[in-house]
């Protein structure tokens, strides 16, 4: 019974990634705009993985800068999405050390905000050649990482539209067994 449960569950998640990459894609993705505790999505995040990690032994940590504003407007769904498939990736991608979450104002204005969010890991890290196409759909570092440590290449692709949608950018910096931010 666990093995169809994770199954069926694994099987939702692809279907659910398949559905926000059409809806995205076709222009039909509408983001929210509603007020949120910022500190407490990033929290919920680190809350919902703190498990995976620990059972790994790595260290999970949220930093949140005192310029970063307690409340924000946006889509606190689509936030919590993109930093759940990072973090998400950084503990697949890490077997010892830590992975941290953080946030610090860019720019503050009274209409829009400008946060640079962070996820640090010390990782298997990649090359500057794969870092280049990391947020490609379907697209991973090589066929021996799929084989590994699973997945279908479409979170990070994901999380680069919904960020592009959000009016910000996406980028990686890493090194081969140093780990990624």
């Known amino acids: 019974l666990k093995i169809a449960n994770s199954s069926g569950e694994t099987l939702l998640r692809i279907l659910n990634d398949i559905l926000d990459l059409s809806k995205i894609e076709a222009g039909k993705m509408v983001l929210e705009e509603a007020p949120f505790a910022l500190i407490q999505g990033l929290e919920e995040v680190a809350e ?13 940590a949220v930093r949140v800068e005192p310029d970063v504003p307690a409340y924000m407007v946006g889509d606190v769904t689509r936030l919590r999405q993109i930093v759940t498939n990072l973090v998400g990736n ?20 009274l209409d829009d905000s400008l946060i640079r969010f962070e996820v640090e890991d010390t990782g298997i890290g990649v090359t500057k050649e794969q870092a ?3 947020f490609e759909t379907f697209t991973q570092a090589d066929s021996s990482t799929t084989r590994k440590y699973g997945g279908t290449g479409l979170g990070l692709a994901i999380s680069k539209l919904l960020v592009e ?10 090194e ?4 990624s931010v």
């Open 48 to 60: 919902m993985l703190s498990e995976k990690a620990s059972s790994k032994g790595l260290e999970l």
């Open 90 to 109: 950084a503990i697949k991608f890490t077997d010892k050390g830590y992975v941290r979450i953080a946030a610090a104002a860019e720019e503050l204005g």
């Open 132 to 134: 280049a196409n990391i």
């Open 165 to 174: 949608n959000m009016g910000g950018q996406i980028e990686v910096e890493s």
């Open 176 to 179: 081969p067994g140093r780990g």
